[in-house]
Every structure is written in C-alpha cells, then in structure tokens.
C-alpha cells in the first residue's frame, strides 16, 4: 500500500491537512501530548509538589488588550480586559489560584502618561522613560530618585523584580507599607535578572520602587507582586503594541524579547502573532521563522499554544482573505509540526464577514472586550 505523504498509518496527519488548506476545528493538536509540559507543572501545583506554575502571552496590540479600553487608541485601561487578564480571571474561576498581580514593559505606548493610563495599577514613574526592548516591551527607565508605585489587588507579602542587571546597575529600594528592602544588582552587565523582596506584612499596600544608587540608570522590565502562604499561575501579559513576530523573537541580547523570554522560562507560552506581519507586507516565511524561533524558545520550558489571530473589518485589513487562508495553513502546520496546540481565533468568531457583522471588533484589527472574552474562554478551556 502506498502511504499518503505525511500521514501516518494511511491516515493523513493533521499537518498535511493543514498544508492543504483544509478546515480543521478552531481548537486543534496533532498529539495528545502538545500540553503535556502545561499539565505537569498545573499537576505539581495541584498537589502541592510546587508553589507556583508560570504562563507567559507573547504578542502583539491584540494581546496587550488593544481595543478593550477607551482613549483614540483604545487603550486606556485596557489591561484589564485583555486576553491574559481574562484567562486569568476565568483560572480562577475555575478552581485554579492565580497570581495577577504583575507587569511587563511599556507595552508599545509612547508615553509613560499612556503606560499608566493602560494600566492605572500603576501611578508614579514621574520622569522617567522607555529603554530597551525587553519582556511586555520597552523597559521602564529611571534616571532619578522619583519612586514608582504599583497596587496589588490583594495582601501580598512578596515580590520579584525583573531589571537589567549587573555591577554598573544602581542599587535600588523596593518598598511596602513601613517596610523597605534595598536590592543591588550584580554579575556581568547587560544580564536579565530577576530579584526577590519578602516583607514581614503581608498585605495590599502599595508596592513602591525606588531608585538610590547614582550610578547608570534602573531599567525596570516588570514586577510580580504574591502572598507567599498560597501557590499559584503567574500570568504575564507580555504584548506590546505594533510590533511583528521579529520583534518577540529577537534574542540578539540577554535583555531582548526571546533571550529573556526564555530565562524566565514559563510553563506555558500563548503566542499570538501575524496581524502586524501580514498588514505591514513582511514575507510570511519571515514571519514563520520569527514564530518559530520563538516557540523553540518557549518549548525549552513549556508547552506552547500558537493563536491564529481574527480580523474584522468590511475589508480584509490584516491582508486579503486568500493570503489570510494561507498564512493560516502554515502556522496550523508549524504548530503540529512543533506539538503546539492550535487556536483558530478566527474561526471561533465565525470569520470575518461574521466577526464584522455581529460588531466583535471595536476597528478592523483589535477586539472588543466580549470578543477577547470569547478568546481567553476557548483558552482557558484548554488548559484547566
């Protein structure tokens, strides 16, 4: 018997039916096994083998939340709405113990005024910038002695902060309530480092950083605030706006997007990227291998779930429908082909025709906030 090309057994994979176009269902792996390095780490927190399992978004306006905010870009207090905010939110609902309080970078806004704006969480951050392009993209930079303050939405009593480290970094303070702890980075420059403060209280006070080393700047790349006395699912939201899949897939230094990705090392990595790719005519082999340098980052730890994302619009903005197909077809085939579980968000609001019509987009590439709901359910179906 002459076996079909790519099948298995006779059976033709779903890889070759990816290949060819085929309609498969909006959620979709080639094995049992895509989320089996997900499961693991769920289990051991489940049982108590461990305190905390780690899941990363990496993408682009769609998984920082634009559109489910107000504002001209509608991102004004977008955060909240988000995809990862969501899944979050429905973990937890679910049973499984979250860990939400954190952020990531500058998320692609130009202005600290927007960053807090996105995520009032924040307040503070008076004269200070964007840096270097790291994790939820650029980092927050402070030249100066002025403090930034983050509210967690619960008592907490730890916290870690992900900075530029190394010796030619300034020593700086990371306060709460009555309490502060000076943290010094050290090692070699330009490393990605993540730095711990336990506090003796454990409550919802303000968490406040503080530059107070002269030396070279603080470049803030985020913070996870947790109550040590209750194990759970970070959840980091690393979307940053505009960017295409190069963008996340750079590991060209120890801070960038990839590298740091990867010295974090989440347990489970939601990748959504290609609407800025495929609108802004990047070739989609180019943008294969930006998503795939990324999901062999993310594999290294973890199980990786690759998102196709959705358009709305009377016309295809994110590319024609043709091309749109047959970007699909190819991340549907990355995906099996690197046992990553396959999310069609596109299918899940019924294409775009439909999508446009039942309003599921507040402009022709960003969500409304029910839309990204409907999103962050099929995911967190998936992994509960």
């Keep these: 018997m002459t076996r079909t090309s790519g099948s298995i057994g006779g059976a033709v994979s779903p890889a070759a039916l990816a ?11 080639s094995s049992a096994t895509a989320l089996l390095a997900w499961a693991a780490a769920r289990g051991r927190l489940r049982s108590g083998m461990a305190d905390v399992a780690r899941i990363a978004f990496v993408g682009d306006s769609k998984t920082m939340g634009a559109g489910a905010g107000t504002g001209s870009n509608a991102t004004t207090g977008a955060f909240a709405r988000s995809r990862p905010a969501r899944v979050a939110a429905l973990l937890a609902a679910g049973g499984l113990p979250v860990r939400a309080d954190a ?9 600290i005024a927007d960053v807090l704006a996105y995520d009032p969480r924040r307040s503070g951050f008076s004269g200070w910038g964007g840096g270097s392009p790291s994790l939820g993209g650029a980092m927050m930079v402070s030249g100066n002695g002025n403090p930034g303050q983050f509210q967690p939405g619960g008592p907490v009593d730890r916290c870690s902060v992900f900075l530029r480290g190394g010796s030619d970094r300034p020593a700086f303070t990371v306060g709460k309530g009555s309490e502060t702890v000076t943290l010094t980075p050290t090692g070699a420059s330009g490393t990605f480092a993540r730095m711990e403060a336990t506090f003796a209280t454990r409550d919802a006070s303000p968490i406040i950083v503080t530059r107070t080393g002269t030396g070279n700047n603080l470049l803030l790349a985020g913070l996870i605030a947790w109550d040590s006395t209750r194990p759970g699912v970070e959840i980091a939201n690393f979307g940053v706006y505009g960017v295409t899949a190069a963008y996340q897939a750079d590991s060209s230094s120890p801070i960038a997007p990839a590298a740091a990705l990867a010295i974090y090392a989440p347990h489970l990595t939601i990748v959504n990227l290609g609407t800025n790719d495929s609108a802004q005519g990047v070739a989609m082999v180019t943008w ?3 998503v795939r340098a990324i999901v062999q980052q993310a594999r290294a730890s973890g199980s990786v779930i690759l998102a196709w994302p959705a358009v709305g619009g009377a016309s295809p903005t994110g590319g024609s429908d043709a091309a749109r197909a047959s970007w699909r077809s190819a991340l549907r085939a990355l995906a099996f082909e690197n046992d990553c579980l396959f999310v069609d968000e596109e299918a899940l609001l019924g294409g775009r025709t439909v999508a446009q019509a039942s309003s599921a987009f507040t402009d022709p590439l960003h969500e409304a906030p029910w839309a990204y709901d409907v999103q962050a359910a099929a995911i967190a179906r998936a992994i509960l």
């Design 103 to 111: 952020f990531f970078g500058c998320a692609g806004l130009g202005t």
């Design 288 to 290: 294969l291998a930006g």
């Design 19 to 29: 290949r060819a176009g085929a309609p498969v269902p909006a959620l979709e792996s």
